[in-house]
């Protein structure tokens, strides 16, 4: 069990590119989730996924932003046309179980820059 | 719709001395609530968590929490800080049994003096 990881931990990049992130949760973790923070803020829930199904996704979750995992293992989450008001720290999690019993695993979190 | 307020946005506490991290939180049910700790760019780890039964919840590190339904309070306490507890802590109420989707307050950093 070598945990959630996540890559890149640092991006910095110009307003108006595209950037990706990758989850690789806990192997044969079911629930995969996605949450963005701002400094001073607690993580604000953005999308989840079970298996390969996009459950939920967030109103913050703009037209700007997709999320993916097609295979039911990794997860990527792009950001298209990038505005310095995405500037955070994204933060992936995953469990076994839809109950709340199971506990929530997150990863070390990426954070973004947008100059 | 639900909510969680962390009163305090910065403690100090002296090593040894206790510890009470304040939370309330507005839910229509029954509530799944959380701590969380966070350490300077790092991922959240899960302190400890209350479904039901008892009130009074262990965690790791020694951290406990009352859960008090008239009071909308789920408070964090340590009866003695270590320096290693300097971080960022978070309180969380889980939407039904969706544990993962959790609204999260803005956090308490906590600072300990030698």
Not at chain 1, 95 to 114: K, M, P, Q, R
Not at chain 2, 10 to 25: K, M
Not at chain 2, 46 to 73: C, P
Not at chain 2, 91 to 98: H, K, L
Request: glycine letters at 10%; charged letters at 20%.
């Amino acid at each position: 069990d070598t945990g959630v990881s996540q890559d890149p931990r640092h991006k910095i990049t110009k307003r108006g590119q595209n950037v990706t992130f990758r989850c690789d949760p806990i192997s044969e973790h079911n629930r995969l989730y996605w949450y963005r923070q701002t400094l001073g803020q607690g993580p604000e829930f953005l999308t989840y996924f079970q298996n390969e199904a996009q459950l939920e996704k967030s109103r913050l979750l703009s037209d700007r932003f997709s999320a993916e995992r097609p295979k039911g293992s990794f997860s990527t989450l792009e950001i298209q046309r990038t505005e310095q008001g995405d500037s955070a720290m994204y933060l992936c999690a995953s469990t076994s179980g839809a109950g709340a019993g199971n506990t929530i695993y997150f990863g070390e979190g990426s954070w973004l820059t947008v100059v | 719709a639900q909510s969680v307020t962390q009163p305090d946005i910065h403690i100090t506490v002296s090593e040894g001395a206790s510890l009470e991290l304040r939370c309330n939180y507005s839910y229509g049910a029954t509530p799944y609530l959380f701590w969380y700790v966070q350490s300077p760019g790092q991922g959240l780890q899960l302190l400890l968590k209350y479904f039901s039964g008892d009130t009074l919840v262990q965690g790791i590190k020694g951290f406990e929490a009352e859960f008090k339904r008239s009071q909308s309070s789920f408070n964090l306490r340590k009866p003695s800080v270590h320096w290693s507890d300097a971080a960022e802590y978070f309180c969380a109420v889980g939407a039904g049994t969706n544990a993962g989707k959790s609204t999260f307050g803005d956090g308490t950093t906590l600072t300990v003096k030698p």
